[in-house]
């Protein structure tokens, strides 16, 4: 299957600290003094960024960052680890000290603090070729469109498409298996992230 793909969106990775949770994190203290470790939420589904090894340790590129500035600073780090969904719920509780990574949005800003930016990526529409058509915001009104539960895409879609009919998932693996089974006319979602999931079926140079 041959997929075709509409460039939506530039959005910016943060680090990001919940209003809610600060005073938790302020009062953990954790520094090269007192040795308590950062709790950092992480999903084991977000290949490049963040993945699971077969031994089930985490890995990905935005935890290897967090490990070197672990190394460097010398604050002991742990991760905390979910699906997407649940990075927030581990913030918002306090069970997290820190999100390891996340797109800056209005709702979010009413509870969490963000960094400046620390990387950009890009966002896509993804469709079968087989289904036919160009595809666009405007032509998926009312159909099916798979997109990351409590992700950005999901909420910038319902605010600014609402006539889009979201079908939300746990994680990028299952987006892309709904969209080659044929579930949803299309899926919105980070593009390094889909082509990673693309690779693992050796379809990513059908993009």
Known sequence: MVFRRAFLLLIQVCL???????????????????????????????????????????????????RAW???????????????A???????????DIHSGMFSSAERKAWIDFSEPIHEIKTAIYSRRVDGGEVTLKSLNGQKVGVLKGGFQEQHLRDTAPDIILVPFEGGRALVRALLAGEVRAIV???????????????????
């Open 16 to 66: 990001a600290l919940s209003v809610c949770s600060q005073a938790n994190a302020s009062s953990h203290n954790a520094t090269p003094d007192t040795g308590k470790a950062l709790s950092i939420a992480i999903t084991s589904d977000y290949p490049p960024f963040m993945a699971e090894l077969p031994d089930g340790q985490p890995t990905g590129l935005i935890l290897e960052m967090w």
């Open 70 to 84: 672990s190394e460097t600073t010398g604050t002991p780090i742990e991760f905390v680890s979910s699906d997407w």
């Open 86 to 96: 649940g990075t927030l719920e581990n913030l918002k509780s306090g069970k997290a």
């Open 189 to 207: 979602h980070e593009v390094p992230a889909v082509q990673a999931e693309l690779a693992k079926l050796s379809l990513g140079g059908a993009v």
